[in-house]
């Protein structure tokens, strides 16, 4: 093949097999499928089932849709591998998540050295803001036929096709950002870094590129930052309460725009309360069951009110699931609907938003992880295509969102005017914020809505009427934002920004100073001061985590698969250990203010220096940044508020230390700093009260001067829902409780046919729960699917919805996270009642301020929890179900009361374990 050949016109090998599982020491090929190509046209195929000589779980029989006797009469591998080897040969071969399928072939000891190319990190890196990236998915954000996902040779046809279309996507990019990408990509051992270069070789004959930078490829279209936002008049132009009433009847304007429209009396009543929140400039709390609409139950009057009287309506959800709703269906019909003329804005907190600054400065860092390579290539790509520079676009995983903090806006360290991105134009989140000033209606997180409050920062502007959803979850994104930490890892990456001797060649901000202005000495001397200051504070900080660390073993037990937890008390702090940590502490802010000095120094040497305007913003940045996290350590360790509650965590796998503070009271706190700024505050949620009284909730979120509301679900659960309390189950520890707890499960799930899901409240219980019912459920072709083992929540619904016969496994978001209209969700099954782990620091904290903290605290909190538990049962007028609890003290506690009074009325069942799965059995199959 000649050297000079394109690559786009080369001749490759695509590569997919499938196999009885994930591990390859442990698992087996089941089918093969292999396509030679050439410039996107097929030469030949390679294609064989394969005896894996073992079982098929169910799980792969029903994703792959082979059945056992097909591979009964294929042959093994052995003697298949020579003729694979053959017709691979020397191309390069392609593959989605390629290094999965080598792996298998490696282990059959079919070893190949062709270069590899992996669709899946081409997708991730040329299409940013696809949020899956299955192959599937890929495809058909291309446009590739999928006639047949998860067969060998199928799915070896797609990914030629998807390949060549990002072959040609990658030709397509920017002269400039191609450039960018090859520079990042030398500092990493990346596979897609050659591939990169090739490109960049065979299209640099015809490029021009002198004297411009990639940055001339960001172009945002223009904006005024400071866009006038609206007053409205102090006097309030009341709404038409019987208007809007009638807005919702059968024959107005909402029957006619929403599909399978029908008045709720629920509904109308809930907008009818909103409108007159408005109008006397009150507070109310709803809730409003499964059912009722309450979003259009509270954006129909917001609208009209914020249109008839021109002031903003702030709009507060939890997730991201909610916005999405609203902003892309519930709002833009309504409006149509309306007919009315009024602009919307969506803001988040300034974490979610790039910072061109922050990311520029990241890029031109020497000692990039390889990881952090990828995602810069990746944001490359996006700037070409983002309007917003919101991190929902570029779906970052895991690993990503450690990194993300490097790039993204920030408090602390934000330079506002001087910023010279900002002075372009290009400031992200000066254009969110220019885009809510004017906006009648302005959809938040409550992350944000909190996050104004703590840093004092306004990004909002000013309004004086506010609507929360999913209010329950208040109180916790109160207790985050409004409280501190620090990370050692934050410590570490600061000063690796500053000066990092970790490789051969020292990188960071101090190096890259000297090297601009080498002649200048007095520069030198103050950044060899500061370089000093540098190891100093690494030193003593090493040894402040050290200590911190060793501290947390002596004072808790370390058993557990869980991250240890240490609350700071007024007796830890007497302890004489403590006082090491403290004379530690000191040393380390010493040090810290003489690095501040030092930097400060430096600061005013370079502000008459002709040096690039992005490097003194990024030295401005490294002292505000420094200043701020010694604030912090100072704060948590030598000067606690009493006022909080102070923590230290210790990872478990990551063995970093972390130090935590957070309110105590964020009730008091909300209703000083939010509520009695605002004329009217309205709070909502499916799951409000315990016992049919918002007492709780009341004294939690400090609105305790509001209207009550109260609205009860329009579904028929008595005929509807059934609940079943087990007698006899023993108590979790108790001998006979793992096995009869499993065999109830498999009983109950084998009557539901599948369609169920189990709740739980720690992940090892679900992961061993799993282990055991897995095996015997398959053997009825039922499949089992586990939180954090089988993939993402989204993922999990959708194999559910997909396939009626299966059983989730789900912990946490779970327990109101799921939304499975129909019969495909027939069974819920709480394994315990969801109390709060009593050594959790800010529940034990907050539960010493009770005189009776088990009824007062505890039992509504878990009783809020269950309800959620419940509500993922029935989700419109046609569905019916089961839900079983599974623990005995909803039987035989006076407190079952509390837990199951706060359910809507419908059937309850108490049995012995023996007889729970034949009368679920019979509920489910009654006509």
């Not at 970052?396 to 806006?409: K, Q």
């Not at 909002?460 to 506010?466: A, G, N």
């Amino acid at each position: 093949m000649s050297a000079r050949m394109r690559l786009i016109d080369r001749t490759y090998v695509s590569l997919d097999l499938e196999t009885t599982g994930l591990i390859p020491e442990s698992d087996a090929i089941i089918e093969i499928g292999a396509v030679r190509f050439q410039g996107g046209r097929r030469i030949a195929v390679f294609h064989s089932l394969v005896n894996p000589q073992r079982p098929i779980p169910y799980r792969v029989l029903t994703l792959c849709r082979i059945s056992p006797w097909e591979v009964e009469s294929a042959p093994p591998f052995g003697a298949l591998a020579e003729g694979l080897r053959s017709f691979v040969g020397s191309d390069p071969i392609v593959g989605h998540n390629i290094g999965f399928d080598l792996g298998f072939l490696a282990q059959q000891g079919l070893v190949f050295s062709n270069p590899v190319y992996d669709t899946l990190d081409l997708a991730r890196l040329l299409l940013p803001m696809l949020g899956e990236r299955s192959l599937s998915t890929v495809a058909a954000h291309l446009g590739v036929p999928t006639p047949s996902a998860h067969r060998a040779l199928a799915d070896a046809e797609v990914v030629k096709d998807v390949f060549a279309i990002l072959l040609e996507r990658l030709y397509a990019l920017d002269p400039l950002v191609l450039d960018e990408m090859v520079r990042l990509s030398r500092k990493a051992d990346w596979w897609v870094g050659a591939l990169l270069a090739a490109v960049d070789e065979e299209r640099s004959g015809a490029l021009f590129r002198a004297g411009k930078s990639f940055r001339d490829t960001i172009s945002l279209p223009p904006m005024e930052y400071s866009t006038k936002p609206l007053s409205g008049e102090r006097e309030i132009v009341p709404l038409d309460i019987h208007a809007i009433e009638r807005l919702f009847e059968a024959d107005g304007v909402l029957a006619r725009a929403f599909p399978d429209y029908e008045p709720r009396p629920p509904q109308i009543e809930m907008a009818r309360a909103v409108a007159e929140a408005l109008n006397s400039r009150e507070h109310l709390i709803v809730e409003a069951g499964t059912g009722v609409g309450k979003s259009l139950a509270y954006l129909l009057p917001a609208a009209l009110f914020a249109r008839q009287n021109g002031v903003p309506v702030v709009i507060s959800t939890h997730t991201i699931a909610l916005q999405e709703q609203l902003m892309g269906k519930d709002i833009p019909t309504l409006l149509s609907a309306l007919e009315l003329d009024i602009k919307v804005a969506q803001v988040k907190g300034r974490t979610n938003y790039l910072c061109l600054r922050r990311w520029d400065t990241q890029r031109r860092a020497e000692n990039l992880s390889p990881e952090a390579v990828q995602m810069m290539a990746r944001i490359q790509v996006w700037l070409a295509s983002t309007q917003t520079g919101d991190r929902a676009e570029i779906h970052l995983d895991g690993r990503e969102s450690i990194l993300w903090p490097r790039v993204s806006a920030q408090s602390y360290d934000c330079l506002g005017r001087k910023c010279p991105f900002y002075q372009r134009g290009l400031c992200f989140l000066h254009r969110a914020r220019a885009s809510a000033s004017g906006a009648h209606l302005i959809i938040v997180n409550h992350a944000l809505l909190l996050s104004e409050i703590a840093s004092g920062a306004q990004i909002l502007p000013e309004y004086r009427h506010l609507i929360v959803d999913e209010a329950h979850h208040l109180e916790d994104v109160a207790t985050e934002q409004l409280g501190e930490d620090v990370l050692e890892t934050e410590v570490s990456e600061l000063l690796g920004q500053m000066r990092d001797e970790s490789r051969e060649r020292p990188s960071g901000l101090l190096v890259h100073l000297e090297r601009l202005v080498p002649g200048n000495q007095e520069l030198t001397g103050l950044s060899s001061e500061a370089g000093a200051m540098v190891a100093k504070v690494r030193a003593r900080a090493q040894d402040f985590f050290e200590g911190l660390g060793q501290f947390i073993r002596n004072y808790t037990a370390v058993e557990g698969e869980y991250d240890l937890a240490l609350r700071i008390t007024p007796a830890l702090r007497a302890q004489p250990a403590w006082s090491d940590i403290e004379i530690s502490c000191d040393n380390l802010i010493a040090a810290f203010d003489g690095l501040i000095r030092a930097l400060q120094k430096i600061g005013g040497m370079v502000e008459n220096e002709p040096l690039p305007e992005t490097i003194k913003a990024d030295l401005a940045s490294l002292i505000n940044n420094s200043q701020e996290l010694r604030r912090r350590v100072d704060s948590l360790i030598l000067h606690p508020e009493d006022s909080a509650v102070h923590w230290l965590t210790l990872g478990r796998k990551s063995n970093k230390v972390t130090l935590n503070s957070a309110p105590l009271e964020v009730g008091i706190l909300l209703e000083r700093v939010l509520y009695s700024r605002k004329d009217t505050v309205v709070l909502t949620s499916a799951t409000l009260s315990t016992q049919g009284r918002f007492d709780y909730v009341k004294d939690r979120l400090g609105l305790e001067a509001a209207n009550e509301l109260l609205l009860g679900s329009p579904f028929d659960y008595e005929q509807a829902a059934a609940v079943y309390l087990a007698t006899d189950i023993p108590e979790p520890g108790r001998a006979g409780y793992p096995e009869m707890l499993s065999k109830v499960l498999i009983e109950l799930c084998r009557s539901a046919e599948g369609r169920s899901l189990i709740l739980f409240t720690s992940h090892a219980a679900l992961r061993s729960v799993q282990a055991a019912i897995a095996g015997p459920l398959e053997e009825n072709d039922i499949l089992v699917l586990g939180q954090g083992v089988d993939g993402s929540p989204r993922k999990l619904v959708s194999r559910l919805k997909e396939n009626p016969r299966t059983v989730l496994l789900g912990a946490a978001s779970f327990w109101e996270g799921v939304d499975v209209v129909g019969d495909a969700l027939s069974l819920v099954v709480i394994v315990r009642l969801p109390f709060s782990v009593p050594t959790d620091p800010v529940f034990a904290a907050r539960s010493e301020m009770f005189e009776d903290p088990f009824n007062d605290y505890a039992l509504p909190q878990a009783a809020l929890r269950f309800k959620q538990g419940f509500g993922r049962l029935i989700r419109s007028k046609r569905d019916r179900g089961a839900m079983v609890v599974l623990d005995s003290r909803l039987v035989n506690k006076s407190y079952a009361s509390v837990f199951l009074g706060s359910l809507p009325s419908c059937r309850m069942v108490r049995l012995p374990c023996g007889r729970l799965a034949e009368a679920v059995g019979k509920w489910l199959k009654r006509p």
